[in-house]
């Protein structure tokens, strides 16, 4: 059974499906550098498929349930928020710092940054209390 606190937060799957990974690969036609440009596109559509993947767990029942990418209690996993508070948001800072990118895109990109940030950290501390 899911936990109640779990299926509170379902509606942010179809935030990131709908707005958090478009921006990502919008974000992507800005950078210069392959590799980071790879990175962008590779989060974005990665973000796209995995929240849309949940969200469908969460509340459609068409998903193998035997497989689940998402954690049955906690919605992601603990190490899959260290990986975005240590690895993917410095990246995506220093994208942010370094890339010229339109500025309505780049206000949409750093509240992308900094709500993702602050979601991610708190539900790492949270969840390990």
Not at 24 to 44: C, H
Not at 60 to 72: A, C, E, F, G, M
Not at 107 to 126: A, C, D, E, H, S
Request: charged share 15%; net charge positive; glycine share 4%.
């Amino acid at each position: 059974m899911l936990s109640s606190k779990f299926l509170k937060t379902y509606h942010l799957r179809l935030l990131d499906v709908l707005c958090t990974g478009p921006i990502q690969l919008l974000v992507s036609k800005y950078v210069d550098n392959d590799l980071l440009k790879l990175f962008m596109i590779i989060t974005g559509l990665g973000t796209i498929i995995y929240n849309g993947h949940n969200y469908l767990y969460i509340n459609r029942d068409i998903i193998d349930k035997s497989i689940p990418l998402v954690h049955n209690i906690e919605g992601k996993y603990q190490i899959h928020r260290l990986y975005n508070i240590l690895i993917m948001y410095p990246i995506f800072n220093y994208i942010y710092n370094t890339t010229k990118i339109p500025q309505p895109l780049k206000k949409l990109f750093r509240i992308n940054m900094i709500l993702g940030f602050l979601y991610n950290l708190y539900y790492l501390i949270v969840l390990n209390n």
